[in-house]
């Protein structure tokens, strides 16, 4: 019905039985003001009808069910055919990161999207929390070890009754996959972390790309200012000179060279303008230039897990936080 929307590339996973995962998909994470189930509700059928076929949510974002509307929306009214159109990511959130608990949340996330599948099931980070309900910050002393192996046997399970079509992790750094892949049957199809020209994740893409494992780029504009320390992307000087040289904005400049090295962006927007915007990048190329001077920008991490996820006082009691560390240059 929208024969104007942009044409997006995608990208087949290696493990798993998937649809190919479109290679810029919509970011659910929303700040205060947006978290209003109406607001994500609109903001995903205006993507769809940009043209946007991949949405990215998680058990913890609450926007879950506002996704899951506005797709059997889009059904309805006629602006995709069926759900089988839309790649869609959700995750398990650090609360769930229990062997026991990993079926049991999965089914909660398809009742919250009314899906009978995900196309994709990621561990949301590697952590784990005391069972119970999300608190944010964390308390130090609710963080408990990690099974790995027994998450990891379960969210095979996931992708083997065919509730998640692929699974995959998040926030993982080649130690954390180091730990994965020694006990996997089903190696993750995809990482999902941090990545953008201001942290670009050199040894991950690398060592994922030797694995066979597809990674997604979150916060790929430089995130949503979490943390009140500014946006290093949008207001980099370097991507301003280019995007300027380029006729394009700040943000196109950052998920081209994204989309450049293969990796797949995760970008949040509620506006159809800027939603739109973000997908014009397919058609253009940085120059050599271009693509060493982004190679130069001092790099700096937005996402810590023991400082974002974490209340700064009390103790870590039963776990090491160097073990969920996930800054690796
Ligand atoms: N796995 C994880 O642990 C994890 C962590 C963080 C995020 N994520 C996922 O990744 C998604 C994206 O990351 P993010 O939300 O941190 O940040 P992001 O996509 O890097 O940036 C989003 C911010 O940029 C603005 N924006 C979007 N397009 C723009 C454009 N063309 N020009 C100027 N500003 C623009 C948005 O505001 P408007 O809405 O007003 O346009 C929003 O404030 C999340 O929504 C979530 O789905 C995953």
């Known amino acids: 019905m929208v024969s ?19 290679a810029v998909g919509m970011g659910t994470a929303a700040s205060h003001l947006d978290l ?17 076929r991949h949405f990215d949510t998680a058990y913890m974002y609450g926007t879950e069910k506002p996704l899951g509307e506005a797709v059997a929306e889009a059904v309805r009214c ?11 990511t959700s995750k398990l959130w650090c609360t769930q990161n229990h062997p026991d608990l990993v079926l049991p949340s999965l089914r909660e996330t398809l009742k919250n999207l009314q ?17 119970g309900p999300i608190a944010f910050p964390a308390k ?5 070890p990690f099974d790995f192996e027994g998450v990891w046997r379960a969210m095979e399970e996931c992708q083997q009754l065919g509730l998640a079509r692929a699974i995959g992790v998040s926030n993982f750094t080649t130690k954390h996959l180091n730990k994965i892949l020694s006990v996997a049957t089903i190696p993750p199809a995809v990482n999902q972390v941090e990545l953008n020209p201001v942290w670009q994740q050199r040894t991950l893409r690398a060592y994922c790309a030797e694995k066979g494992i597809h990674v997604a780029a979150y916060s790929p504009l ?46 949040k927007s509620y506006n159809k303008e800027r939603l739109e915007q973000n997908l014009q990048i397919f058609d253009w190329e940085l120059t ?26 009390g103790e870590f009691t039963s776990v090491d936080p160097s073990d969920f560390d996930i800054v690796e240059e």
């Open 36 to 52: 209003v189930p109406e607001v994500t509700k609109d903001a995903v059928l205006a993507a769809i009808e940009v043209g946007y």
């Open 115 to 131: 899906m009978e599948y995900v196309d994709l099931y990621l561990i949301h980070g590697p952590v784990a929390q005391k069972p």
């Open 140 to 144: 130090r002393e609710d963080a408990v």
């Open 78 to 88: 006629g602006l995709i055919a069926s759900r089988e159109e839309v790649f869609v």
């Open 288 to 313: 050599d230039q271009d693509r060493l001077n982004i190679s130069q920008i001092p790099q700096r991490k937005i996402v810590k897990i023991d400082s974002s996820l974490f209340s700064q006082e």
């Open 222 to 267: 430089g995130g949503q200012n979490w943390d009140g320390t500014g946006n290093a992307v949008m207001a980099s000087e370097v991507l301003a000179g280019i995007a300027k040289a380029r006729g394009k904005t700040v943000a196109q400049v950052a998920l081209r060279w994204i989309y450049e090295h293969g990796v797949t962006s995760i970008a």
């Open 4 to 22: 104007s929307a942009t044409a997006v590339p995608e990208v087949a996973l290696r493990s798993g039985s998937a649809r190919p995962m479109p």
